[in-house]
């Protein structure tokens, strides 16, 4: 069998296949249909933009961490066709570069072959959904072309590695982009429990936290709002949050029952990430790549990151070590927190603090292969990673918006910057003491300061340092 003959194969088998693939994805095996994340209300608007005749909204490209929710999205998306007269074509990307051996471009043309029209003459819109899309290494190319043929064409594309997406010239100009993030607690409920959540205390939660005058005004608006957060608790066994905490952030782990099985499957995820998306960035020799999964692993387990120890431990030169940080944030695996400084130079002297992107990575770590650092520091840690991914998700590009820490010696987890206010952010298990914060708050010069903690069950104000202490079961409902 020639190679067209096998993609013109492959193409019909796809789309006679895609309804069954994607009722797997929109319903549960009791045939109801799964909870939409936030994000798919923002990504339908877009191809309702294009059915109302907008064109300017007619190629999607959907980016974020490996395991985020990105293919499911995709097809409950995709699931909106039965209202819509149109040609449908999904594609996984790296079956067409690796299973056939071909190619966007090529696929597509063969398509124009099968519906007997080519893309600048088309009868009725066509709606091209493509997944993994970096695996193709021409993709933008490709796509862009596609793009530009016609304005009865929408795409709604999917990139695990955000470098390979947002460094590619062709489609920058072109295609409107969403990110996907893991699940916050809120969404995790909807999934799991089938629970909705209060979309309006989510909101005014953020604003009080954030955007109020000192700490006693978060202290009294947070009041305002206990008996709408008790209410989110009612019947919600602490068991939700323990999941959650361990891998519920990442949507793909919430139908396993098995912890094993659940972490064999982050370790799995992370695996591809390393060995598909990190390697296809090409800037890591294949011998930096095999020591990433041990690099995590010690840094999962240290109470400080520093590079020089690192390149010592693994007998490698400190700048490799960077490269191989610098990858793992472009794979959005790791979070770089930088440290808090007047001027750029003080920054670029002092070392940054890395997180994981979900706390589950670093759970799986822990379950798995065991810790050393004792269970107090050990739980902090995935705490500081949960607070520490909520407050990524509120800057990440805003460009007014910044998160930094506080490097000096006991100095805050963390300094949220919004203009030029700043809120000083400690988070722990069972915080006691307003120490760190006020001393941080004293050097940044910040609104008021904060400390989010596990064990504390009611709001406390510090009206004469200008801080309050908020149960962490508060902050994750924003």
Known sequence: MNNKLKIKEYINDQIAQTDFRAKAYVFDGNNNERPKRDI?????SHLNNFLNGKKAYRWITLTGLRGA????????????????????????????????????????????????????????????FLDEVQYDKKWGTSLKSVYD?????????????????????????????????????????????GRFANNDLSTNLKES????????????????????????????????????????????????????????????????????????????????ISRIPAILYAIADMDSLNFTKLADKFSIYRYKISEIFIALEKAEVLHRIYPYASHF?????????????????????????????????????????????????????????????????????????????????????NKKEYRQVIKTANKVKSKYSIIISEQQDELELNEKDNALKIPLSYFILI
């Open 209 to 288: 936290i954030f955007f109020s005058k000192n700490a006693k005004e978060v202290y009294l608006k947070l009041l305002n709002y206990k008996k709408d957060i008790d209410n989110c608790y009612l019947g919600l066994s602490r068991l939700n949050f323990e999941n959650y905490l361990n891998y519920g952030s990442l949507p793909f782990m919430i139908a396993l029952d098995n912890e094993a099985l659940v972490y064999d499957q982050i370790n799995k995820s992370l695996d591809r990430v390393i060995n598909k998306d990190i390697s296809g960035m090409q800037s890591l020799s294949s011998d930096s």
């Open 345 to 429: 130079n003080q920054v670029t002297k002092k070392p940054s603090k890395y997180l994981f992107s979900s706390p589950a990575f670093r759970s799986m770590y822990y379950k798995t292969i065991g810790n050393t650092i004792s269970e107090q520091n050990s739980r902090g840690k995935l705490l500081e990673d949960l607070v520490g991914m909520y407050l990524y998700k509120l800057c990440d590009k805003q460009p007014l918006k910044s998160l930094n820490y506080d490097s000096g010696e006991g100095g805050a987890d963390f300094i949220f910057s919004s203009g030029s206010d700043k809120i000083v952010i400690e988070v722990g298990v």
């Open 149 to 193: 043929r016609s304005q009865d064409v929408f795409i709604f594309s999917t990139g695990s590695a955000a470098a390979l997406i947002n460094s590619n010239p062709d489609v920058a100009r072109r295609t409107i982009y969403e990110k996907i993030y893991p699940l916050s607690f809120t969404e995790f409920i909807k999934i799991k429990e």
């Open 69 to 128: 929710g990105k293919t499911t999205l995709m097809y409950q998306l995709y699931h909106l066709k039965k209202e819509i007269d149109g040609y449908f074509l999904v594609l996984s990307v790296d079956e067409i570069t690796e299973t056939l051996g071909s190619s966007i471009d090529e696929v597509i043309s063969i398509f124009e072959e099968i519906i007997g029209r080519p893309i600048t003459n088309l009868d009725k819109p066509l709606f091209l």
């Open 40 to 44: 798919f209300n923002r990504i339908e």
